[in-house]
């Protein structure tokens, strides 16, 4: 699986921004499917994931309330609806894919995409 991520760009604090992230391959629907995030000189950190069928989700505390994840497996697609932003949300933002259901680490995740950066101004 190949996973393209797009969707980032400069916003201002309170703002908000779609992240997608387009797959490669006939066997995305078996992946769960999640979102980190890396700010600079900080560690790569969970964001969002979401089940096989788009029916169970998970969201760092974070950004609970302010994130939603969703994904088309017609389109091989999941996004990041991302809302209420903060300066805090600063990041180079990836999409990754990994088979079991935990854990949700970055050594779990088998497939990554390039990352998109996401900017915003307080």
């Known amino acids: 699986v190949q996973l393209q991520a797009s969707g980032g760009g400069l916003v201002q604090a309170g703002g908000s921004l779609r992240l997608s992230c387009a797959a490669s391959g006939r066997t995305f629907s078996s992946y769960f499917m999640a979102w980190f995030r890396q700010a600079p000189g900080k560690e790569r950190e969970f964001v969002a994931d979401?089940?096989?069928?788009?029916?169970?989700?998970n969201y760092a505390d974070s950004v609970k309330g302010r994130f939603t994840i969703s994904r088309d497996n017609a389109k091989n697609a999941v996004y990041l609806q991302m809302s209420g932003l903060k300066p805090e949300d600063a990041a180079v933002y990836y999409c990754?894919?990994?088979?079991?259901?935990?854990?949700?680490?970055?050594?779990?995740?088998?497939?990554w995409g390039q990352g998109t950066q996401v900017t915003v101004s307080s």
């Open positions: 990754a894919a990994r088979v079991a259901a935990v854990p949700r680490t970055t050594n779990a995740h088998i497939y």
């Open positions: 979401i089940n096989w069928s788009g029916t169970i989700t």
